[in-house]
C-alpha cells in the first residue's frame, strides 16, 4: 500500500483547543469579528467542546490579546536588551505602537474600544494582572541593573507604569483624542529615571 493511500484511510485529525486559539488569533488579527458559534462550525466541534476549551467570548479575547502582548514584549525587550538607561519605558512604548499599528487589531479595538478596555484592565479578566507582573520583571531587571533608581516599590512601579501606558493607549475612550504612545513613553521616562 502507498503512503498516499494511508493517509487516505488515516481519520481527519479533530480540533484542539490550540486550533481554537489560531484560529481566534487570525480573526482578530484581519479585523473580524469573533464569534463562537461560527468558529465551532469552523472547527468542527459543538459550542459546549469549545467553551470548555477556552470559555467565554471575552476570555477568547483576552488569551489571544495576552498572548499578542507577551510576544510583542518580549520582542522588544530582546531588541533593547543592551541599549543604555531604563528599558521598560521604550518597551511599553513599542508594544503600544505594535497594539496600534496591526490594521485588524486597530479596527476591533477602536470600534469596541470601552469594552476592550474593560476586558484590559480590569482584573477579573486577567490580562491585567499578567501584564503588570511581566512589566514589574522587567523592572526588577532595570533596577538590579542601576539603570532605574526609585524610592517606590517594584509592585509600585509596575502598576503605575502599566496605568500609563493604559491610559495613553485609551485616549479615545477616555477623553476622545488619538491614543499617544509617545507620550506614554516621555511620562515613563520620567516615572522611570537612572
Known amino acids: 500500500m502507498t503512503t498516499q ?5 488515516e481519520p481527519p485529525r479533530k480540533a484542539s ?10 480573526k482578530y488579527l484581519a479585523g473580524e469579528r469573533i464569534r463562537v458559534s461560527s468558529m465551532a462550525q469552523e472547527l468542527g466541534v459543538n459550542r459546549v467542546t469549545l467553551h470548555r476549551w477556552v470559555g ?3 476570555s477568547l479575547l ?3 490579546i495576552w498572548k499578542l502582548t507577551e510576544d510583542s514584549l518580549v520582542a522588544a525587550w530582546d531588541q533593547l536588551r543592551d541599549s543604555p538607561g531604563p528599558r521598560v519605558p521604550a518597551i511599553l512604548g513599542r508594544w503600544l505602537r505594535d497594539t496600534l499599528e496591526q490594521p485588524g487589531a486597530r479596527k476591533i479595538a477602536l470600534t469596541h474600544d470601552e469594552h476592550f478596555m474593560r476586558l484590559m484592565t480590569l482584573g477579573s479578566h486577567n490580562y491585567q494582572p499578567r ?26 512601579l509596575a502598576y503605575a507604569s502599566v496605568r ?13 483624542q488619538p491614543p499617544d504612545p509617545d507620550s506614554a513613553e516621555r511620562v515613563l521616562r520620567e516615572l522611570l529615571r537612572p
Open 164 to 176: 500609563i501606558a493604559e491610559s495613553y493607549h485609551y485616549l479615545p475612550t477616555i477623553t476622545g
Open 17 to 26: 483547543r490550540d486550533d481554537a486559539l489560531r484560529l481566534a488569533r487570525r
Open 5 to 9: 493511500a494511508l493517509r487516505a484511510e
Open 56 to 58: 467565554t467570548k471575552d
Open 131 to 156: 501584564l503588570v507582573r511581566t512589566v514589574r520583571s522587567y523592572i526588577a531587571e532595570d533596577v538590579a541593573e542601576n539603570r532605574i533608581r526609585s524610592t517606590l516599590s517594584l509592585d509600585e
Open 62 to 64: 483576552v488569551e489571544v
